[in-house]
């Protein structure tokens, strides 16, 4: 008599449980100055403009450099597409294909 095969239990991915940490620093940036990829991970370099004179001369300084793996990086993507789109929607922003028509 053959063994029935049984199901190999495949992985279920699940997001790992979120815990806050109250004691983590905000990093407030004007503009992401820098954005590097090099085929596995995504360099962000975040900068804040400070004036230099009365002219008006300014100088960008980094205040933070934010590192993503491949998989953080299109993440962040889509975490980004999906805030463009409720802004469209809200009017806050207005895209290319909205100021064409």
């Known amino acids: 008599m053959a063994k029935s095969a049984t199901p190999v239990a495949v992985a279920e991915k699940r997001e790992p449980e979120y815990r806050d940490r109250p004691d983590l620093a905000e990093t407030f940036a004007d503009k992401a100055h820098r954005l590097t990829f090099n085929g596995r991970t995504l360099r962000i370099e ?51 294909r909205q100021q064409a028509a």
């Open 46 to 96: 975040f900068c804040v403009e400070r004036p230099l004179d009365e002219a008006g001369a300014k100088a960008a300084s980094p205040v933070c450099r934010l590192v993503l793996d491949l998989d953080g990086a299109v993440d962040l993507f889509n975490k980004i597409n999906t805030l463009q789109a409720a802004m469209e929607s809200r009017g806050v922003i207005k895209t290319n």
